[in-house]
């Protein structure tokens, strides 16, 4: 079955970075793109960005240009996603999406990881 | 660039029928495909409807989506609606490439 585990909670100071992990399994991880969302509590949810695991080619949403770097290991079938210069705001719960062989919606989801930004 | 906007919140009884808007603010909503996500409290989100208006093997046929080119929105709408379907219900679409979501609806049941 497709399963997609996210790496643990983080606790970060302002203007540090973060590198959260998602392992794929249960499917061919170079054959299908992996989103990033997040969600501030009791907030809607944010898109940030994609990757195809297989080029590596990245595209990211205007806000986070800049700031945010999606990459992966593909001997490891996990994709990363790193935020830089966090501020308080950037503190949410980070999800991965594969998106679906019909490249609409977000068929698989992470389990979500919680990054808190505070001094 | 453009928006989805969803209502705030929206509530029903059971039994009865309920229809989630999610209106585009520029270009058209025929444009590009619309989903829509279920999420329950503490959960990740699930497809209930993909490509305005179809379902994931496993979405009970009580939920259906439609779009309307006169309004510029999508709809979801839910029928014989139980208890178990109180959640949150984002829109999404793209521009180009770029994923957008709609703010989100909160439904309640009662």
């Known amino acids: 079955q497709v399963q997609l585990v996210q790496s643990g909670a983080e606790v970060k100071k302002p203007g540090a970075s973060v590198k959260v992990s998602c392992k794929a399994s249960?499917?061919?991880?170079?054959?299908?793109?992996i989103n990033w969302v997040r969600q501030a509590t009791g907030q809607g949810l944010e898109w940030m960005g994609w990757?195809?695991?297989?080029?590596?080619?990245?595209g990211y949403a205007q806000k986070f240009q800049g700031r945010v770097t999606m990459t992966r290991n593909t001997s490891i079938s996990t994709a990363y996603m790193e935020l830089s210069s966090l501020r308080s705001e950037d503190t949410a719960v980070y999800y991965c999406?594969?998106?679906?062989?019909?490249?609409?919606?977000?068929?698989?989801w992470g389990q979500g990881t919680l990054v808190t930004v505070s001094s | 660039n453009f928006m989805l906007t969803q209502p705030h919140s929206v509530s029903e009884s059971p039994g009865k029928t309920v229809t989630i808007s999610c209106t585009r603010s520029?270009?058209?909503?025929?444009?590009?495909?619309v989903q829509w996500y279920q999420q329950r409290p503490g959960s990740s989100p699930t497809t209930v409807i993909y490509?305005?208006?179809?379902?994931p093997s496993g979405v009970p046929d009580r939920f259906s989506g439609s779009i309307d080119s006169s309004s510029n929105s999508a709809s979801l709408t839910i029928s014989g609606l139980k208890t178990e379907d109180e959640a949150d219900y984002y829109c999404?679409?793209?521009?180009?490439?770029?994923?957008?979501f709609g703010g989100g609806t909160k439904l309640t049941v009662l």
């Open positions: 999406a594969r998106l679906s062989s019909s490249w609409t919606d977000f068929d698989y």
């Open positions: 249960g499917y061919t991880f170079t054959s299908y793109d």
């Open positions: 990757m195809n695991p297989n080029s590596g080619n990245t």
């Open positions: 520029s270009g058209s909503i025929a444009s590009n495909y």
């Open positions: 490509e305005d208006n179809q379902r």
């Open positions: 999404q679409s793209y521009d180009s490439s770029n994923g957008v």
